[in-house]
């Protein structure tokens, strides 16, 4: 695939200038994949400058659009990107940098270069157009000492740590203090070993491994978001028939659909969308009369009259379409005839009734263990739900933040026939 | 064991709800329904307003006839789909249906009165016939009104 991401040998460094991601080889030519969402566009090459192709490069970071290339005996040089362009090589006057055998992780936070080392001081240098500061010692707490610690990035004024097991601690830079550390909420990052890379684009952190598969995380607050595949190696194609707009936006059900396809590393492409919405379209459609708990490959003339609108829909592809209401009333419902896959959502639906939906299109089931020591007058009494997951049975609209799909759906959704290659 | 307000919102929170599950909950769940369906959410109003038809209860024509007055459409197609279950349906609340200004429960009100004939009701069917903006509406109003005894 043309948009792996620094999966070759010889790629040495990876670093971010705005939302390009950098990647250096150890023959100094520099490559650049342009970050969109969750999208990494093609690789292209830098014109201009090698770069970071002296066996005694130490460390690469950035600092504004500059390359800063560290040697071993901390000599500091520049390169400023322009562009697809990689500028000459300077050497930055004043201090050295990160020389010391201990010196473990260098990055970037405005204006200052900070060096962490093996026992935790934090150095820092304040840069000043081409010159490097004196050093000076951070006060506060010690950072990045843990054997471990594997990765160090920025996201704005945080110091973040990343560890062996997928654990990801902060500390707020202040000035020059150190705050305390602290541990973030959500999703465990970069714990594979085959993990090879870690850079910030953004809010995204985004780990590259060895294959050249990437993975991101939006890192919002204190908390790192569910885990996307940068460049879903597969992915659905939708075919979206708006009949009636939805209370909670199609997009919201859309990117929330994507977020969480995006963790199996299946891509949801809008193939098309029709606008049916109109006065003199087939009114009697919009409140539709669906086949009771929607079993599969039963229909109501209804269900087969609305999914005979399938213009321009593909052999493999899915249809959504986005009805008023149902009868009976349901957010959503996952039958379809056997020549055509989809799905109806309703006006009622929650923001992730569309993603739902589609895991049953995809032969998705219903968690089990949400109705324990029911009554027999109700024995679905959703006594034990999960709102953790996405095919939870007692209600999409209880999901609080995004829901995760577990490994045997995954598999179930990358083996369906609906999956095609990107 | 009571029913409460949160067993019958546990039931209709769902995505694809089981009507027929959930109306084992039993006549104690009306009061609950009723709530539902004077209430803010949306959802819940048209999925309980559904529910209580297919409870096919005493009060269950009441709480229809509270839904048909509903202000939002969605409730309303709910409450006329669902007369359908009820064993016999009031040429009034028949009427409001009929007499609805959005076709979607104009659409549903024909189903039910296809199903469930009350009495009275010849000049509405009669109206949709021959002066409905939906054309499918109209064809719908004479094929009831050749069933009609």
Same mark, same amino acid.
């Given at each position: 695939?043309?948009?792996?991401?620094?999966?070759?040998?010889?790629?040495?460094?990876?670093?971010?200038?705005?939302?390009?991601?950098?990647?250096?080889?150890? #023959?100094?030519?520099?490559?650049?994949?342009?970050?969109?969402?969750?999208?990494?566009?093609?690789?292209?090459?830098?014109?201009?400058?090698?770069?970071?192709?002296?066996?005694?490069?130490?460390?690469?970071?950035?600092?504004?659009?500059?390359?800063?290339?560290?040697?071993?005996?901390?000599?500091?040089?520049?390169?400023?990107?322009?562009?697809?362009?990689?500028?000459?090589?300077?050497?930055?006057?004043?201090?050295?940098?990160?020389?010391?055998?201990?010196?473990?992780?260098?990055?970037?936070?405005?204006?200052?270069?900070?060096?962490?080392?093996?026992?935790?001081?934090?150095?820092?240098?304040?840069?000043?157009?081409?010159?490097?500061?004196?050093?000076?010692?951070?006060?506060?707490?010690?950072?990045?000492?843990?054997?471990?610690?594997?990765?160090?990035?920025?996201?704005?004024?945080?110091?973040?740590?990343?560890?062996?097991?997928?654990?990801?601690?902060?500390?707020?830079?202040?000035?020059?203090?150190?705050?305390?550390?602290?541990?973030?909420?959500?999703?465990?990052?970069?714990?594979?070993?085959?993990?090879?890379?870690?850079?910030?684009?953004?809010?995204?952190?985004?780990?590259?491994?060895?294959?050249?598969?990437?993975?991101?995380?939006?890192?919002?607050?204190?908390?790192?978001?569910?885990?996307?595949?940068?460049?879903?190696?597969?992915?659905?194609?939708?075919?979206?028939?708006?009949?009636?707009?939805?209370?909670?936006?199609?997009?919201?059900?859309?990117?929330?659909?994507?977020?969480?396809?995006?963790?199996?590393?299946?891509?949801?492409?809008?193939?098309?969308?029709?606008?049916?919405?109109?006065?003199?379209?087939?009114?009697?459609?919009?409140?539709?009369?669906?086949?009771? #708990?929607?079993?599969?490959?039963?229909?109501?003339?209804?269900?087969?009259?609305?999914?005979?609108?399938?213009?321009?829909?593909?052999?493999?592809?899915?249809?959504?379409?986005?009805?008023?209401?149902?009868?009976?009333?349901?957010?959503?419902?996952?039958?379809?005839?056997?020549?055509?896959?989809?799905?109806?959502?309703?006006?009622?639906?929650?923001?992730?009734?569309?993603?739902?939906?589609?895991?049953?299109?995809?032969?998705?089931?219903?968690?089990?263990?949400?109705?324990?020591?029911?009554?027999?007058?109700?024995?679905?009494?959703?006594?034990?739900? #999960?709102?953790?997951?996405?095919?939870?049975?007692?209600?999409?609209?209880?999901?609080?933040?995004?829901?995760?799909?577990?490994?045997?759906?995954?598999?179930?959704?990358?083996?369906?026939?609906?999956?095609?290659?990107? | 064991?009571?029913?409460?307000?949160?067993?019958?919102?546990?039931?209709?929170?769902?995505?694809?709800?089981?009507?027929?599950?959930?109306?084992?909950?039993?006549?104690?769940?009306?009061?609950?329904?009723?709530?539902?369906?004077?209430?803010?959410?949306?959802?819940?109003?048209?999925?309980?307003?559904?529910?209580?038809?297919?409870?096919?209860?005493?009060?269950?024509?009441?709480?229809?006839?509270?839904?048909?007055?509903?202000?939002?459409?969605?409730?309303?197609?709910?409450?006329?789909?669902?007369?359908?279950?009820?064993?016999?349906?009031?040429?009034?609340?028949?009427?409001?249906?009929?007499?609805?200004?959005?076709?979607?429960?104009?659409?549903?009100?024909?189903?039910?009165?296809?199903?469930?004939?009350?009495?009275?009701?010849?000049?509405?069917?009669?109206?949709?016939?021959?002066?409905?903006?939906?054309?499918?509406?109209?064809?719908?109003?004479?094929?009831?009104?050749?069933?009609?005894?």
């Amino acid at each position: 695939m043309s948009n792996r991401i620094a999966f070759n040998p010889q790629d040495r460094f990876v670093v971010c200038i705005g939302s390009t991601l950098i990647v250096t080889t150890r #023959n100094g030519d520099t490559f650049g994949h342009d970050i969109t969402g969750h999208t990494a566009d093609r690789f292209f090459q830098f014109a201009g400058a090698k770069a970071a192709f002296n066996p005694g490069d130490r460390f690469v970071t950035t600092l504004g659009n500059t390359l800063i290339v560290i040697t071993q005996t901390g000599d500091v040089f520049g390169h400023d990107v322009s562009g697809r362009t990689i500028g000459p090589a300077f050497k930055f006057a004043g201090s050295k940098a990160a020389f010391n055998a201990v010196d473990r992780f260098v990055v970037t936070i405005g204006n200052l270069l900070i060096v962490t080392t093996q026992n935790g001081d934090v150095f820092g240098h304040e840069v000043s157009g081409r010159t490097i500061g004196a050093p000076f010692k951070f006060a506060g707490s010690k950072a990045a000492f843990n054997t471990v610690d594997r990765f160090v990035v920025t996201a704005g004024n945080t110091l973040i740590v990343t560890t062996q097991n997928g654990d990801v601690f902060g500390h707020d830079v202040s000035g020059h203090t150190i705050g305390p550390p602290f541990k973030f909420t959500g999703s465990r990052m970069a714990f594979n070993p085959q993990d090879r890379f870690v850079v910030m684009v953004g809010n995204t952190m985004i780990v590259t491994t060895q294959s050249g598969a990437a993975f991101g995380a939006d890192v919002v607050g204190r908390n790192i978001g569910a885990i996307f595949r940068l460049n879903p190696d597969l992915c659905i194609r939708l075919h979206l028939k708006v009949w009636t707009t939805p209370n909670i936006a199609i997009q919201t059900m859309l990117t929330n659909m994507q977020d969480l396809f995006g963790t199996a590393g299946i891509g949801v492409v809008v193939a098309s969308r029709e606008d049916l919405t109109g006065f003199n379209i087939k009114t009697a459609l919009r409140d539709l009369d669906v086949v009771p #708990n929607c079993p599969g490959g039963q229909l109501t003339g209804e269900q087969v009259q609305l999914f005979n609108n399938r213009d321009n829909v593909g052999e493999f592809d899915v249809v959504v379409h986005f009805v008023r209401s149902t009868s009976p009333v349901l957010n959503g419902c996952a039958s379809h005839p056997a020549d055509v896959f989809g799905a109806v959502v309703t006006q009622v639906a929650s923001a992730w009734t569309l993603a739902h939906e589609i895991g049953h299109v995809m032969d998705l089931r219903h968690i089990g263990g949400e109705d324990t020591n029911c009554p027999a007058s109700t024995p679905n009494c959703c006594s034990t739900p #999960n709102f953790s997951r996405l095919m939870t049975g007692c209600g999409t609209g209880n999901i609080a933040g995004t829901p995760i799909l577990i490994q045997g759906e995954i598999d179930t959704l990358r083996n369906n026939s609906r999956t095609r290659p990107s | 064991m009571a029913v409460t307000l949160q067993d019958v919102v546990r039931q209709l929170n769902r995505d694809e709800p089981d009507y027929v599950r959930a109306a084992q909950l039993g006549p104690e769940a009306l009061p609950h329904l009723r709530q539902l369906i004077e209430g803010d959410d949306l959802g819940l109003a048209a999925k309980a307003t559904y529910l209580a038809g297919i409870m096919n209860a005493d009060e269950s024509t009441r709480l229809l006839e509270i839904a048909a007055r509903h202000p939002d459409p969605v409730v309303r197609v709910a409450a006329a789909a669902s007369a359908r279950n009820l064993t016999r349906i009031t040429a009034s609340l028949a009427v409001t249906f009929l007499d609805d200004a959005d076709p979607g429960v104009r659409k549903w009100g024909l189903r039910t009165v296809e199903v469930n004939q009350p009495q009275g009701i010849k000049p509405n069917l009669e109206r949709i016939m021959k002066d409905d903006p939906d054309i499918g509406l109209r064809e719908r109003a004479r094929k009831v009104l050749e069933g009609m005894p």
